[in-house]
C-alpha cells in the first residue's frame, strides 16, 4: 500500500451525462483506475483518459455484480498497486451509496480518501419534470427516504414521512409502492399529488401523475418499473404548469385530471 | 416578445467552483444575458463567453439587491429582447431557490422556462466535510428544512423534524439556532450530535461540532455567521473517522470529543 494512494469516491450524477461537474471530470481524468457502478449513460467514460484499469463493479436492477465485499476488496487491491483510484457512482456517492463502507475500509489500510458530490437524482429526477421539492407557500422543506432498509423491511421512517408536511421522495421503492400508498392514505394523504418518474433526466424518462391513492394503480397500469422516483407533495401539482417539452408518454388527460386542484 | 425566448434557470453549485455541471456551463456559454444572484465564486462569470448583459440581481447575507418584483420585470424585459437570458442561482434552483415565481411570471408571457439542476449546498456542504446524509446502518433518511418560511417565523416542520429519525439539514436558520436547538432538546434530542458548516466547499469553510444541546453556544463561541449550514444526526460523527485533510479552523480537542459516542 503505497502512502499516496487516494480513493476519490465521485458522484456520476443522476442519468443526464452533462449533468456530472467539472471537478468528477478531473477526478476521471486523472484516474488511473476506475471501479464503476451501472450508470444511465457509460458516455461518461470516455472522459477516463490516462486510467489503466476501467472496471464495472456494480448493480443493475437489484443484481450485483460483485459483494460490497468483493468490492471493498478491490478497491484495497487497486490502491495498493495505483496512485489514484476513482469509485465512480451513480448520483451522489453520500445519498443512498454505501459510501461509507467503502470510506471505512480504505481509511483502514491508510488510503486516503476524498469526496466528490453529484447531483442527486432525488432532487434532478423531479426537476426534469417541472418538480420542485421546495416552493415558497407551498412547501418549505422535502424528505428523502429510502424504500428498504438494509434487512429489505419498509423503512419506519416512512411511517413519520406520511405524518409530515414535507414533500416526500421515495428511493428504491417500486417493489413496495402499494404498501407505502397505504401507509400514506391510512394517515389522511390520499388525495395528495403524487408523480412516478422512472429513467429521469435520460432521453428513455417517463412519467405518470396521479394522486397517492390511486399512483399504485396508475404505475402498474402503465408497466412503471426501477429505476424510478416517487414523489408525494403538493409541488407535483405545478408540473402541469410548465410549456417547455416533456417525455410524457404514458400520460392520458384522465392521469391529468386527477392532479387538478 | 419573441416566441424563441427561453429562460434557462441554473444552479450554480455550493460555492467550489468545480461543482457546476457541464450542462450548466454550456448554458452560460450560450446565453445573451445572464442574472445572477450572489455566488460563492465569480469566476463562474468567465463562462459566459457571448453575454451581452452580465447583471448583479441577487441579494447577500439577507440584504436584496433587487425584489422579487423587480428580478421579475428584468426577465421579462431580457426575455423581449434577447434570446437566451439566464438566471444563475447559487446551489439548486428548486431547493429554497424562488425558481417557482421567475417561472410563473416567464410563462405568463409565453416564454419557455429550461431548468438546469446544480448540486445543493444541502449534501454537498456536509460532503464537503464528510458528513454523509444517509449511512447504511445509521440514516436511511435526510430531511432539508428552511429555518423560517416567508412570514419570517419558524417553520412548522421543523417540530416535525425534531420527531423524526432522518439526518436534519437545516437551511438559512442562524438568526433561530437556538430556539431550534430547544425545539429538539424537548423531544428528547439533546445528544444528537451536531455540526454547522460555514461557507462550505470553500477555501474559507468551518466547522464546529458538538451536540443539538450545546451547539448554539460553540457556534457563537466560534462567531459563526451565515452562510451556514446546520447538521443533526447520528452521522455528524462519521467525520471523525476521516484521515483527509479538512478546513477544521475552528476545532477544539474539547469540541472533537463532545461528539464521541
Known amino acids: 500500500m ?16 452533462e449533468l456530472i461537474t ?78 461509507q463502507e467503502e470510506i471505512d475500509v480504505a481509511i483502514a489500510s491508510g488510503i486516503k480518501v476524498r469526496i466528490v458530490p453529484g447531483i442527486s437524482s432525488a432532487m434532478a429526477v423531479p426537476a426534469s419534470q417541472n418538480i420542485p421539492l421546495t416552493c415558497r407557500g407551498i412547501s418549505e422543506s422535502f424528505w428523502v427516504v429510502t424504500g428498504t432498509n438494509r434487512n429489505n423491511e419498509l423503512s419506519k421512517d416512512i411511517y413519520l414521512a406520511a405524518q409530515s408536511t414535507a414533500t416526500i421522495v421515495i428511493l428504491m421503492a417500486m417493489s413496495k409502492l402499494e404498501e407505502i400508498c397505504d401507509i400514506f392514505v391510512n394517515f389522511g394523504k390520499g388525495e395528495i399529488p403524487a408523480a412516478i418518474i422512472q429513467n429521469g433526466t435520460t432521453i428513455h424518462a417517463k412519467m405518470v401523475t396521479g394522486t397517492i391513492k390511486d399512483i399504485a394503480y ?44
Open 22 to 99: 467539472i471537478k468528477a471530470i478531473r477526478a476521471l481524468e486523472a484516474a488511473d483506475v476506475i471501479l464503476y457502478d451501472a450508470l444511465a449513460n457509460d458516455v461518461l467514460l470516455d472522459y477516463c483518459k490516462s486510467a489503466q484499469v476501467t472496471r464495472f463493479v456494480g448493480k443493475r436492477y437489484g443484481c450485483h455484480a460483485l459483494s460490497q465485499n468483493e468490492i471493498n476488496d478491490l478497491i484495497l487491491y487497486y490502491c495498493s498497486r495505483f496512485q489514484n483510484v476513482v469509485r465512480l457512482k451513480g448520483g451522489d456517492p453520500f445519498i443512498f451509496g454505501r459510501a
Open 2 to 17: 503505497t502512502k499516496q494512494s487516494v480513493l476519490t469516491l465521485v458522484g456520476a450524477g443522476p442519468g443526464d451525462p
Open 218 to 261: 396508475r404505475a402498474a397500469a402503465a408497466a412503471m418499473e426501477n429505476p424510478a422516483i416517487i414523489v408525494f407533495g403538493e409541488v407535483v401539482r405545478l408540473n402541469r404548469d410548465m410549456v417547455i417539452s416533456q417525455v410524457r408518454e404514458l400520460q392520458t388527460p384522465n392521469q391529468i385530471d386527477a392532479t387538478k386542484c
